[in-house]
């Protein structure tokens, strides 16, 4: 490959060290989320024909790639929303037309740093279940706690009922 500038094949590319990138749909939306702890100089672009661009700094060295996702995407502004923690970077993309992807990307080739998100994801006949968690934790409202719904949780006794107190 050469860094003359960003070549794109079938699937992704990149041209800096590769984060772990982890991903989840409803019916309109994909989730993405990119495993980077104390990321710097983070630049996301999103094209509606469905290229979606990553590039971000950590302790001076690059970390970049472009995935082509399986369909179109609403591109502007508010569509797709960016939440930066200190441990990862999770998007919430619009797709242009509802309805479940069968892959995250266009090519069918596998790719070892992206992975399903299980803590996100639900089956298609399961969405109405998870109606009330829409956007994926990007409740401004509840910004600052990343946890407040239950779908999906383990049911844990209290432990201080339990020893008595």
Known sequence: MSSSGPLLATGTHHTGRQPEVLWAQRSEKIFLTISLP?????????????LFTFSAVVHGEPFSFTLELFDSILSEGSKTKTKMGLRNIICSIQKEK?????????????HPYIKVDWN???????????????????????????????DGMLYLPDLEKLRGK
Not at 38 to 50: F, H, S
Not at 103 to 110: D, F, T, V
């Open 38 to 50: 104390d990321a710097k100089d983070v630049v996301l672009k999103t094209d509606p024909k469905g």
């Open 98 to 110: 509802k309805g479940w992807w069968k892959r995250l990307l266009k090519s069918e080739e596998k």
């Open 120 to 150: 996100k994801w639900c089956d298609e006949d399961e969405e109405s279940e998870f109606s009330g968690d829409s956007d994926g934790g990007f409740d401004e409202a509840n910004e600052g706690d990343e946890s407040d719904d239950d």
